[in-house]
């Protein structure tokens, strides 16, 4: 399958899933059967753009190049998460009265993605250069300074203003953890991604700087993504198909646009075998 089209089946199936998810909300379609169906829509296309993720970096010779690592891991994020989205998608055929599903197998789950996400862009800096600029103090106190702000405004309106404070800390320390681990992951994860798009700029040739960019705004709409869902079901308002479930599915799909992007192949193996470069001329020897 060529770059081009795995590109082009994931924006045709994503903007299909978005009309029908844009119809649920301007219909004020909420707590019913389509819902539901939009969720394992949701669930369904997230593995599978992971998949078309893992297929790219069959490309860069699987682990054996920092390139390879940076996409495989990142693509198999993106399964687990579609893997917690379909689990959820079960509970709500299970429990339809439900719109925010408590069981703890999805909080596993859908976590599980966020250290996959961190170790694959630790890999893209090393991949980028952009390690060199980490070691510098500047590029620490960058990383350091947005993911304080960054957490200091999740724990304000997801802890003060959607919880209601000292109410928060009320509830079972499993959902107090999970409440702002989610959104201090993508912290972490956004802040990094920020880096080495920062730091590495010069280093970037022509086939790195789109796609790095592209997954730069994949994380960062993760982030916002995460905090309007923990945002609106603190408050009692998620339901299935809502503002931030548009953000999730953007967000993954901007994800996979971008490894996608990164695939060496540009002709079907029909015509060639793709030879993909050697890692070191990938990585600097990195």
Not at 191 to 212: E, H, N, V
Not at 243 to 268: E, G, R
Request: net charge positive; with cysteine; glycine share 10%.
């Amino acid at each position: 399958m060529t770059k081009r089209l795995k590109i082009e089946i994931i924006i045709a199936t994503a903007i299909a899933l978005l009309i029908a998810d844009f119809a649920l909300i301007f219909t004020n379609t909420r707590g019913q059967k389509l819902n539901i169906y939009w969720a394992a829509g949701l669930a369904v296309l997230s593995i599978l753009y992971g998949i078309f993720g893992l297929v790219t970096a069959k490309h860069w010779s699987w682990l054996k190049s920092k390139v390879g690592q940076a996409v495989f891991f990142i693509s198999l994020g993106i399964i687990m998460w579609g893997v917690g989205q379909a689990g959820w998608t079960y509970y709500a055929f299970k429990f339809p009265t439900q719109e925010y599903q408590p069981a703890r197998i999805l909080d596993i789950l859908f976590f599980s993605s966020i250290p996959l996400w961190f170790y694959g862009v630790l890999k893209l800096t090393k991949a980028t250069g952009a390690k060199y600029g980490l070691q510098k103090t500047s590029g620490k106190l960058l990383v350091l300074g947005l993911s304080i702000i960054m957490i200091v405004f999740s724990y304000y309106f997801l802890v003060i203003v959607a919880r209601g404070g000292s109410s928060y800390f009320s509830q079972p320390l499993w959902e107090q953890f999970f409440g702002l681990g989610y959104s201090v992951g993508d912290t972490i994860i956004f802040t990094i991604a920020i880096a080495i798009f920062g730091l590495s700029w010069k280093y970037l040739g022509g086939r790195f700087k789109g796609p790095i960019l592209t997954i730069l705004v994949g994380f960062g709409i993760l982030y916002f993504a995460d905090f309007f869902f923990q945002f609106r079901s603190g408050k009692g308002d998620y339901y299935n198909g809502d503002i931030s479930d548009i953000l999730y599915f953007v967000a993954i799909t901007t994800l996979c646009i971008a490894l996608c992007m990164l695939d060496p192949s540009a002709k079907p193996k029909s015509d060639i075998n793709v030879v993909p470069p050697p890692p070191e001329s990938v990585t600097n020897g990195y």
